[in-house]
């Protein structure tokens, strides 16, 4: 049986998947979960899921979801990190916590993945306290898929270091790599590293030193060179690499153009009369032109980076938000993702920078 997401096509040959969802995490908490999971095996996927959240308030509604019940373990979780709670303070107070035990059932081996819509620094800094990071890896990174005109495109990091050196970026490269030969197919994907300029002396230091390393580096992809914001819209390259902080302003940046451009779309067609007879013989246009930009779509952000896959959702996500997390979930544990990064990383050169340092000064007193 076969599924269909946003972010590939794939056949389940295996029941054996076990999910961790963060059931209270989110603005509608359990209210997308359940239902977004009965639309996930609507879509083909098969797994079981372990449910962690306050009983008293899943039993009721699991029990309007049978076929989410038939495949789902209800795991208590008395507390829930809240949307403000500071990283510290959930690292201190959430071990009881629906975020925290949902995490340590990936690290236990009682699941392959986690999915939360809950507070992203206080998963973030959750995941990375328990599952720790790969060997070779840093800092983990938040990565997801951009529309671009020809299709989608990996860009990472999304926020999760607001800033990053040469180690850092190369890094990111190899892990955005993997997950774009999974997520969109190709075998060797284009890497471009996002600065002001394509030209090689453009940008900081740190991001020429990653652009040296990254020529020289044999990897799942294939270093391009520098992009430029309007690259990302363009689709010229398949994986766009930054710092947290760029990365999150882009992200966030799309975002706004998207609902701009809506509101833009919706005034013109509800100006005149005409314009509304207009937006009815477009309507199937409009539809296709809607289903390429919605932003549920794309729900679903990856921590990489760590020894273990944690999906983060939308805060907000409703149902077909959720549903979209879960089949990345779904499609990572498939295709063994994390064995594939820590195999790659091997070859990664380490502490780029501090070298380049150690260069730099030596050329300073020559």
Same mark, same amino acid.
């Given at each position: =049986?076969?599924?269909?997401?946003?972010?590939?096509?794939?056949?389940?040959?295996?029941?054996?998947?076990?999910?961790?969802?963060?059931?209270?995490?989110?603005?509608?908490?359990?209210?997308?979960?359940?239902?977004?999971?009965? $639309? !996930? $095996?609507?879509?083909?996927?098969?797994?079981?899921?372990?449910?962690?959240?306050?009983?008293?308030?899943?039993?009721?509604?699991?029990?309007?979801?049978?076929?989410?019940?038939?495949?789902?373990?209800?795991?208590? !979780?008395?507390?829930?990190?809240?949307?403000?709670?500071?990283?510290?303070? +959930?690292?201190?107070?959430?071990?009881?916590?629906?975020?925290?035990?949902?995490?340590?059932?990936?690290?236990?081996?009682?699941?392959?993945?986690?999915?939360?819509?809950?507070?992203?620094?206080?998963?973030?800094?959750?995941?990375? =306290?328990?599952?720790?990071?790969?060997?070779?890896?840093?800092?983990?990174?938040?990565?997801?898929?951009?529309?671009?005109?020809?299709?989608?495109?990996?860009?990472?990091?999304?926020?999760?270091?607001?800033?990053?050196?040469?180690?850092?970026?190369?890094?990111?490269?190899?892990?955005?790599?993997?997950?774009?030969?999974?997520? $969109? #197919?190709?075998?060797?994907?284009?890497?471009?590293?996002?600065?002001? @300029?394509?030209?090689?002396?453009?940008?900081?230091?740190?991001?020429?030193?990653?652009?040296?390393?990254?020529?020289?580096?044999?990897? +799942?992809? #294939?270093?391009?060179?520098?992009?430029?914001?309007?690259?990302?819209?363009? @689709?010229?390259?398949?994986?766009?690499?930054?710092?947290?902080?760029?990365?999150?302003?882009?992200?966030?940046?799309?975002? @706004?153009?998207?609902?701009?451009?809506?509101?833009?779309?919706?005034?013109?067609?509800?100006?005149?009369?005409? +314009?509304?007879?207009?937006?009815?013989?477009?309507?199937?246009? =409009?539809?296709?032109?809607?289903?390429?930009?919605?932003?549920? $779509?794309?729900?679903?952000?990856?921590?990489?980076?760590?020894?273990?896959?944690?999906?983060?959702?939308?805060?907000?996500?409703?149902?077909?938000?959720?549903?979209?997390?879960?089949?990345?979930?779904?499609? =990572?544990?498939?295709?063994?993702?994390?064995?594939?990064?820590?195999?790659?990383?091997?070859?990664?050169?380490?502490?780029?920078?501090?070298?380049?340092?150690?260069?730099?000064?030596?050329?300073?007193?020559?």
């Amino acid at each position: =049986m076969t599924f269909v997401s946003h972010f590939s096509i794939s056949v389940f040959v295996t029941s054996q998947i076990t999910l961790s969802c963060d059931a209270m995490g989110g603005d509608n908490g359990p209210l997308a979960v359940i239902p977004g999971i009965d $639309l !996930a $095996l609507k879509d083909g996927l098969k797994a079981h899921f372990l449910l962690f959240g306050k009983p008293e308030v899943l039993e009721p509604i699991l029990a309007q979801y049978p076929a989410v019940a038939k495949v789902s373990e209800i795991c208590p !979780a008395e507390t829930v990190i809240s949307p403000d709670e500071k990283p510290s303070q +959930a690292l201190r107070k959430g071990a009881g916590s629906s975020m925290r035990k949902a995490i340590d059932a990936v690290k236990e081996g009682r699941a392959q993945a986690v999915i939360s819509a809950g507070n992203t620094g206080a998963l973030m800094a959750t995941a990375k =306290m328990v599952l720790k990071t790969l060997p070779n890896v840093d800092r983990p990174a938040i990565a997801s898929l951009m529309p671009n005109i020809k299709g989608r495109s990996v860009v990472l990091d999304l926020g999760a270091n607001l800033t990053t050196d040469a180690d850092g970026l190369v890094q990111m490269a190899v892990l955005g790599a993997i997950l774009a030969q999974i997520n $969109l #197919r190709v075998d060797r994907p284009t890497v471009g590293l996002l600065n002001v @300029g394509s030209e090689e002396q453009k940008g900081h230091e740190y991001i020429r030193e990653a652009a040296s390393v990254l020529s020289d580096l044999k990897f +799942a992809g #294939r270093y391009y060179g520098f992009v430029e914001g309007d690259d990302i819209g363009k @689709g010229t390259v398949d994986v766009i690499v930054t710092d947290g902080f760029n990365g999150n302003v882009a992200l966030k940046t799309a975002e @706004g153009v998207g609902k701009m451009a809506g509101a833009f779309i919706r005034e013109a067609f509800t100006s005149t009369l005409w +314009a509304k007879i207009g937006y009815l013989l477009a309507n199937r246009a =409009m539809k296709r032109l809607k289903d390429k930009i919605d932003p549920r $779509l794309y729900n679903g952000g990856l921590f990489l980076g760590l020894n273990g896959l944690c999906i983060k959702s939308h805060g907000g996500a409703d149902a077909f938000s959720f549903s979209r997390a879960i089949l990345v979930a779904g499609e =990572m544990v498939r295709e063994d993702y994390i064995a594939r990064v820590a195999k790659a990383l091997e070859n990664v050169p380490h502490h780029v920078t501090e070298e380049a340092a150690v260069v730099a000064a030596a050329e300073k007193v020559a």
